[in-house]
T-cell receptor
Framework: AQKITQTQPGMFVQEKEAVTLDCTYD???????LFWYKQPSSGEMIFLIY??????QNATEGRYSLNFQKARKSANLVISASQLGDSAMYFC??????????????FGKGTHLIIQP | DAMVIQNPRYQVTQFGKPVTLSCSQT?????MYWYQQKSSQAPKLLFH???????NEADTPDNFQSRRPNTSFCFLDIRSPGLGDAAMYLC????????????????FGDGTRLSIL
């Protein structure tokens, strides 16, 4: 079974600094996708960025980039120039694509990011 | 514009009294998922529908059932809620299962927060 590990339960970062949120995963399947979601205190899950296991380049979406190191099985999220509105829970998740398709997401325990002015 | 809509946003029910949570989508996605997220924990997949095919996770309690009468709607039924079922319930959709087309984030609704009295 696949597994996601997020080792940082909480982080405090100064506004405008860059922040890296760690994520490692464990799977023996070659075909998978890695996702990062943001969950504000209001509860909705907001998709941030995606990385496929066969993608050659690291994904980027605006201020978000994914540092994908396949051999190390890590998929860290980098947020550049952090803003107060970035304060939220951040979840790393994996979807498996072998056997005909993804059966939902397996989430890590999350990192609670707090941006300080 | 909301694309995955969950009603109600907050639901209170009594111990043992059946409750139904609803989810609708305007995306015409084939796959609909239900996740349970207990306080300060990661979302956990309960089950999903691929079109009309129902897929239950092995550790989902029998107390939880789901119905998908058409593409747009999916319901989560809790037959006899216990105190341990108090949680946020998240509905999500994706266009297809992942094989052959893996860049497809799941789109989440805002969730229904269920309280048990």
């Amino acid at each position: 079974a696949q597994k996601i590990t997020q080792t940082q339960p909480g982080m405090f970062v100064q506004e405008k600094e860059a922040v890296t949120l760690d994520c490692t995963y464990d799977t023996s399947d070659p075909s998978y996708g890695l996702f990062w979601y943001k969950q504000p205190s209001s509860g909705e899950m907001i998709f941030l960025i995606y990385q496929g296991s066969y993608d050659q380049q690291n994904a980027t979406e605006g201020r978000y980039s994914l540092n994908f190191q396949k051999a190390r099985k890590s998929a860290n999220l980098v947020i550049s120039a952090s803003q107060l509105g970035d304060s939220a829970m951040y979840f790393c998740a994996i979807a498996m694509y072998s056997g005909g398709g993804a059966d939902g997401l397996t989430f890590g325990k999350g990192t609670h990011l707090i941006i300080q002015p | 514009d909301a694309m995955v809509i969950q009603n109600p946003r907050y639901q209170v029910t009594q111990f043992g009294k059946p409750v139904t949570l609803s989810c609708s989508q305007t995306l015409n996605h084939n796959v609909m998922y239900w996740y349970q997220q207990k306080s300060s924990q990661a979302p956990k997949l309960l089950f999903h529908y691929y079109d009309k095919d129902f897929n239950n996770e092995a550790d989902t309690p029998d107390n939880f059932q789901s119905r998908r009468p058409n593409t747009s709607f999916c319901f989560l039924d809790i037959r006899s809620p216990g105190l341990g079922d108090a949680a946020m319930y998240l509905c999500a959709t994706s266009r297809e299962k992942g094989a052959g087309d893996s860049n497809q984030p799941q789109h989440f609704g805002d969730g229904t927060r269920l309280s048990i009295l």
